[in-house]
């Protein structure tokens, strides 16, 4: 909290009096950001748009969203299990949402590979939740172009694995 009134430049007394505790600021932190991206990602009109367009849509979204958020990711990564249970559920609604959305777009971009087996297909989505979220360590300084070029990478390594023969991206569920 030291830190906090120190990078904010107000007293830590002044924290307190907007917050009770550490935790209910980490949790208006979190709950500002992920239901800002939940609302910006699941409001996108991707209606006209071939499931393959979505996913690249998507990974451009999410990427250009996630300038600057690093903290938040930090935060959101090993704060959300020192959160009350309450709280976390509502944090985990907003990333489930976000989680449906890209699996909705990927079963539909690859139904024959993705749309029959569910294991598979939430492998597919949290690879690429995978790669999204840790391109801030993979590369902090990004420019706008670089992130955009990581996003379009994103959807076509995506892309193509997914329409490969049905062998070739088994995926055993684990027991």
Known sequence: MNDV???CGISKANIYHYYDSKNDLVFDILDT????????????????QSPEEQLHTLTREFL?????????????T????????ELQQILREYQRDL??????????????TLGKDKYKCRHVTMSVFGMLNWFYMWNPSA???QRL?????VA??????????ESAVSCVPAE
């Not at 250009?64 to 959101?76: P, S, T, V």
């Open 156 to 165: 076509e390594l995506t892309l193509t694995g997914i329409k490969q023969d």
């Open 143 to 145: 420019t706008k172009a």
């Open 64 to 76: 250009l969203a996630y300038e600057g958020m690093d903290n938040e990711h930090k935060i959101q």
């Open 99 to 112: 989680v449906l959305r890209v699996s909705t777009v990927l079963q539909a971009s690859a139904p024959e």
């Open 5 to 7: 009134a120190k990078a």
């Open 78 to 85: 090993e704060g959300i299990p020192l959160l009350r249970p």
């Open 33 to 48: 950001y992920l239901s800002d991206l939940r609302n910006l990602i699941c409001n996108l009109d991707l209606d006209a």
């Open 149 to 153: 070029a990581y996003a379009e990478t």
